[in-house]
């Protein structure tokens, strides 16, 4: 039974920054492709990240190139999210995802955390 559990939500100001940490329990977790998504009031879920298992392979959203920054560390079983120059619409619940291959569709992940929430305010 693979487990994913979020931390690191929390309260920031524009521009500033957060760290994003999902931690996973069960199965080999160099073999999943990793990914974080997020959802925001009233709107539908959103591709964020993701990364393979051996951490060779990223993939961004747009609206988060070159601001946000995806990694993992297989000796922790650790998946992060760096999230760097907050923008107000980055507000949302984020979630990370574990499946059998890295993608950027939601519907390619088998296991889902509960959450975390970010909220960025100026």
């Known amino acids: 039974q693979v487990q994913v559990v979020e931390s690191g939500g929390g309260s920031v100001q524009t521009g500033g920054s957060l760290r994003l940490s999902c931690a996973v329990s069960?199965?080999?977790?160099?073999?999943?492709?990793a990914g974080w998504f997020r959802q925001a009031p009233g709107k539908d879920r959103e591709f964020v990240a993701a990364?393979?298992?051996?951490?060779?392979?990223?993939y961004y959203g747009d609206s988060v190139k070159g601001r946000l920054t995806i990694s993992r560390d297989n000796a922790k079983n650790t998946v992060y999210l760096q999230m760097n120059s907050l923008k107000l619409e980055d507000t949302a619940v984020y979630y990370c995802?574990?499946?059998?291959?890295?993608?950027?569709?939601?519907?390619?992940?088998?296991?889902w955390g509960q959450g975390t929430q970010v909220t960025v305010s100026s």
């Open positions: 995802a574990l499946g059998r291959w890295v993608a950027t569709k939601a519907e390619a992940y088998n296991y």
């Open positions: 990364i393979s298992g051996s951490g060779d392979s990223k």
């Open positions: 069960g199965g080999t977790f160099n073999s999943y492709g």
